[in-house]
């Protein structure tokens, strides 16, 4: 019976309509990515739409942010957007989705535990992807006839020290993760409780 009851809060029609709303302004800031050529190659663009996923999921639950982050991406699949086919979203879900599900299982309010647990997203955010790049956004390019040698001569244009695949994910890959939940970071502590009041008002 409790579980039942769990399962019907989760799945109101209030908490939907919220979780759709809030995947929708994702799916949105997915298109305002910003190229940082002195740091990064073209293909590496810095985005905040995991932002709304960690702010869904410390309002109304770890399940809702994890949603979030999987349909905002399934919007850019759907409505054509993608140009990898949806691995790339699929990668995405991944490593945003680990950002987020790590934050709010730490289940701390006050401003300390929010800090100790971005960082530790931050930290499984980066190490998550790191092995999605590894392992399939990276290989999926050579199919696409992307030689992996032209994606480390890109990271070696900017940074000579990089000069294989995994120097690649290492000193490019790793630093793009940091620097982008990093900036998620920044942002979610002064909107968290706001967001938190806004959203729980509304019924």
């Known amino acids: 019976m409790q579980q039942t009851m ?28 910003i190229p940082l050529p002195m740091l990064f190659p073209d293909f590496l663009k810095i985005d905040i739409s995991d932002l709304t996923a960690l702010l869904g999921g410390i309002s109304l639950g ?21 140009n990898t086919g949806g691995v790339g979203e699929f990668a995405n879900f991944l490593i945003g989705g680990s950002f987020v599900f790590t934050y709010i299982y730490s289940k701390k309010r006050e401003l300390s535990g929010v800090v100790i647990g971005l960082i530790s997203g931050m930290v499984i955010m980066t190490i998550v992807g790191c092995i999605s790049n590894y392992f399939i956004i990276l290989p999926f390019y050579e199919t696409i006839g992307w030689p992996i040698e032209t994606v480390v001569a890109m990271g070696a244009a900017i940074n ?4 294989s695949k995994m120097s690649f994910v290492i000193w490019m890959i790793a630093p793009f993760n940091i620097l982008k939940s990093g900036l998620i970071s920044l942002l979610t502590l002064p909107m968290y409780k706001k967001t938190e009041k806004v959203l729980n008002r509304v019924k």
């Open 62 to 82: 770890p399940m809702a942010g994890v949603t979030i982050a999987f349909l905002k991406n399934l919007l850019q699949f759907i409505t054509g957007m993608s």
């Open 160 to 163: 000579p020290v990089i000069d």
């Open 6 to 33: 769990k399962k019907t809060k989760f799945l109101s029609t209030s908490k939907l309509v919220k979780i759709s709303i809030l995947s929708a302004i994702g799916y949105i800031l997915m298109f305002i990515s």
